[in-house]
């Protein structure tokens, strides 16, 4: 659904051609090829990253058109055969043909006028095969007729808010597959108590299933920031043509467009209640595009603590095992690598990196257009298949099959000073302290500690002001779950 390309379009000077014709002249075309003169010029123009535009960009124009050509027949505005043929040649790219047609590097001419004429020439030329005539010899217009009634400047902002809409359940299951995988361990790894840790130094102590019940519920939250997100672009501005004036539509085009969009792609849609803040404003893509980027970081934090938490093996904290599923090293004989934690970092370092281009593009609008929109697209499209590739896959071959080193956790915890904190309401904090200090000093454990101290009556209660006995110390630290408990509100 998300694939798209890294090759270099072929010069059309090496394979046969046809000559087409748009405002500027003569351009020779590759004579097999669906587009057209102007596809053609974007091509040679613009041979920048051998990338082509996302799946889920080109599903999204040609349900434009398909709609639109639905819509302009309704209103006596175009000839039926011609706007069947073109319905019909749309539904094919939506089903997935004829793909190698699209063929305009992302980085090209503002707006998107070179996807917008891609789109158009692709549909004209199979619309007049269809029809039953010959390529370059339009029957079905790419402008005249594909492009009835709309413009670069509200077709690309609406391909934006469909494609991400197409591709939102897809992206919902992969973050909400995670969800559950960590929920399932927390409750698996809910028995061990392990030493917490705050500033990378001791704490009190914590469940490994309350870690991860937290890491759960933090991807959870993330899903739900992005759902709330994606609400914003159920608002279409099909329909504002050049500016928002919509200038050469029907006046009724604009509902129906939105009405014909939901049928054809079943998505949930909203007309806009101002066509003009539609075409200037891409506020409802850096919305979304700042939702995956909150999850982005998440997920980075969430990466970092498994590869913490597995480090070692023998040498680092190895409370938990990450599957073992290639080796990690060329020259080390049995290293073993957190590899999908490492692959998480970086995926989500770019989907961060495609946000501040998005952001920054955003911010760029000016007047009554946002010139920045093919990157904002193809951003937005990588992150989403980006956070899809990568989410699943972390989630099914690294947290599914992750167990937990109980014996390393609890014996961390047994070396751990700062339980004393639970000792606060008998003996006060600054005795607390000294306890830490000489346990650390000499190396002791602090309730061996505290019990010989309580023997010799050299603690006090803090309130009371009497000795505390060595059973008050060991009934205080003698269940350290329960030192544990609360946390979550129910």
Known sequence: MGTSQHTFPKDSMSQDVRIEKDSLGEVKVP???????????????????????????????????????????????????????????????????????????????????????????????????????QLGNYIANPNDHVNMAQSTNDTIPTAIRLGVLWRLDELLAAVDGLAEALEAKAAEFDGIVKS??????????????????????????????????????????????????????????????????????????HTSDNLFESMQSLADAADFSAALRTYALTMTRIANDFRLLASGPSTGLDEIRLPAVQPGSSIMPGKVNPVLAEMMNQ??????????????????????????????????????????????????????????????????????????????????????????????????????LAVEKADAGQLMHVKEERPVTADEIRHALSDLRKLTDGGIVK
């Open 347 to 448: 995926a989500m370092y770019h989907v961060i990196g495609c946000d501040t281009t998005v952001a920054l593009a955003a911010a760029a609008g000016q007047l009554e257009l946002n010139v920045m929109m093919p990157i904002i697209a193809h951003n937005l499209f990588e992150m989403m298949q980006v956070i899809i590739g990568s989410v699943n896959a972390f989630t099914e071959r690294c947290v599914i099959g992750l167990t937990a080193n109980q014996a390393k956790a609890e014996g961390w915890l047994g070396r751990n000073a700062i339980i004393v904190t639970a000792l606060n309401p008998l003996i006060g904090y600054q005795a607390g302290a000294a306890l830490v200090k000489e346990a650390v000093k000499d190396d002791l454990a602090i309730t061996d």
């Open 31 to 133: 004579a097999g090829a669906l587009y057209g003169a102007q596809t053609q010029r974007a091509v040679d123009n613009f041979p920048i990253s051998g990338l082509k535009p996302w799946r889920a960009f080109v599903w999204s124009m040609a349900a434009i058109k398909r709609a639109a050509a639905d819509v302009n027949t309704g209103l006596g505005l175009l000839d039926g055969d011609k706007a069947n043929a073109i319905a019909k040649a749309a539904a094919e790219v939506m089903e997935g043909q004829w793909a190698d047609q699209f063929v305009v590097d992302p980085f090209q001419a503002g707006a998107g006028t070179s996807h917008n004429m891609n789109v158009n020439e692709v549909l004209a030329n199979r619309a007049t095969q269809i029809l039953g005539g």
């Open 196 to 269: 917490g840790r705050t500033h990378l130094q001791d704490a009190v102590p914590v469940r490994l299933g309350q870690e991860f019940g937290a890491y759960a519920t933090a991807v959870r939250r993330d899903a739900e920031r992005i759902r709330r997100s994606a609400e914003g672009l159920r608002r279409l501005g099909i329909g504002g043509t050049a500016t928002g004036t919509g200038l050469n539509a029907h006046p009724k085009y604009h509902a129906e467009m939105v009405r014909r969009l939901g049928e054809i792609t079943g998505l949930e849609l």
